[in-house]
Every structure is written in structure tokens, then in C-alpha cells.
């Protein structure tokens, strides 16, 4: 997102007013979009007052650093094909239906959620749970380079959690024949290829589109909310609802749980609190030590961008010149010399 929410682009009110926002579901919920308003077609929203959708949406690569409640919680990358954000309409959108896996984003995105994942004792309400949602956690996430340095291309998200003084790690996972307990591009495949549920993570760009988001610098969002269209069953019960697929058991909540007319009457004082929150070098934010990478393979033309080590160092900031430089010398083809 733009840093003053395009209001230098548009000249609109600007982030201070809410505007300039993305994700990688491209919202059509947002009543103005690069300095419009989103009027065109709009139809109210059927269950809430304050809502509706426009012709238009608003899309750009979306990380979930955590979504949870008491009952599951789930991480997730979610990549775009393109720079955010950028207004879409029709077919790019990505709307729910026939066209959701057809728009410039991957909606459904690759996750690591426990439940999901099979393991059904690791976060929950109560002592029984490895990690207890009824008490504070801490939680941190970390993004690893394929080098161990901050311009080399993003090879994997790893996450775990501080509980009374523990750190408690994720458990690994068996996914399609393999162990895995960390998001990579090799995890993100075989997650795929169980799933069958037309995640396209890896052909939007996957880590290495991630990483570009990350380099452009991203905006941290805090909320607390329910779900107008799926009543939060995508995080915490069976979804699609009835499904027997693999990966559709997300947590415990029952089918009919989670409508936003129950939510916002029988839990209307709900809350959360989000504190210290910090970021910085790997290690720094909880004085452990500094991850070693997992081992990548040697550089492909498609993880260059540009396709070329030239065509690469073309596409670098004139601010963050050198640092890219370099990256672009450990991601691209070495047989091309640029002076």
C-alpha cells in the first residue's frame, strides 16, 4: 500500500481516513479506490448496514502474519502478479464463483494451520492445548533469505510462540509424503497437490513475489472482525461446509457457528489486545539466535527479475541501489557481466 494511502497519486484524504487499502482478495467493499469513489454497480450488502461491494476492487500481495481465535490459528502467504495496489475489475478481480482462481491474486493463499494440518491438540482453549489461546502468547514470525542476508531472496517463512516463558514450536507436518513445518515454495506445492482446492500461490509468484512485497516495505494491519460471507468457517470448523476433502477441517466450531448477527449480539463486547510488537534482524526481537537458512538451489531464470542480470539491476531503486544490486547478482544467471 501506498505509505499515505495515494493520497499524493490522487489526491484524496489519504490513509489518515482509512484510504489506500489492498488485499489479496481485491475487496470490493471499499467505497473509494485510487481516488474514486467505488459507486459504479454498487449493491448493499444483505447483512450489513455499513457494507456493500462496487464494480471495482482493490488487490495487492496480502501476508497474514496471524489470524486466530480461541479456537485455530493460521498463518499465510498470499501473492499477486502484479505490483499493488491496483484497482480491478471483471475476470482480474478474482470474485468468488467461476472466476476466483482466474484474478490477478491467490485468494485461497499457503497456510500452516495446525488443525488443518492434523494435528488437533496443538492451539486451543485450555491446558490441554500446546499452546493455550485463553492465556497471552507471543508470537513471532521470521523471514528467511536463501542466504541468511537481508537482500537475498526469500526462501521461507517460519513462525512459533513464547507461552510462559516456553518456546513452543510448530510440530512437523506429513504433507503429501513429505515433513514439513514451515512455509516454503517445496511445502506450498505439496499442500497444493493434497488439497486439490485451487490454491495458485506458486503461479502468482510464490516466495520470491513475497519477498518483492517485503523489499517495496508492506503495512501492518490490527483487526478485530467477523465474516459476512463464510461466518469465519474457513479458520475454525469444516469449510466448505460438509466438505470431507483434505485440509477442509479447520477447527472444532460447528457448522452453524460464526454468523455475524450471533457474533455481534452475543459477543458484542469481544476484545483483543496487541502489544510490544516489535521487528528487526532475525534473533533480535526475542534474543534467540539468528536461523540458518534451509539449502536452495542455484538460481533459475524465473527466480531473476527480468529474466536477466542486467535487465535485473535495471529494475533497482535508485535508494536502495547497491543492496539490490547484490541481489540481483545472487539471483540471476552469472554468465552476463554488467559494469
Known sequence: MDQDGGKSKYGNAGAKYGLGYCDAQCPHDLKFINGEANSE???PSPTDQNAGTGKYGSCCTEIDIWEANQISTAYTMHA????GPSRCSGTDCGDNGADRFKGVCDKNGCDIQSHRLGNKNFFGPGSSFMVDSTKPIQVTTQFITADGTDSGMLS?????????GKTIELPEFTVNGKKHKTITDDYCADWVATTN???NFKEKGGLQQMGKSLEAG???VMSLWDDHYANMLWLD???????TDPGADRGSCAAGSGKPADVESQQANAKVTFSDIKFGPLGSTTGGPT????PTPSPSPSDCPGGSLAACIDLCPADAYAPCVSGCVRRCPSDEVAV
Do not use: A
Open 41 to 43: 454497480d454498487w449493491k
Open 80 to 83: 499477486c502478479s502484479g505490483d
Open 156 to 164: 521461507e517463512v517460519k513462525q512459533f510462540y513464547t507461552q510462559n
Open 197 to 199: 482446492d485451487g490454491t
Open 218 to 220: 508492506v503495512v501492518l
Open 237 to 243: 470448523g469444516v469449510y466448505p461446509e460438509g466438505s
Open 291 to 294: 536461523p540458518t537458512p534451509t
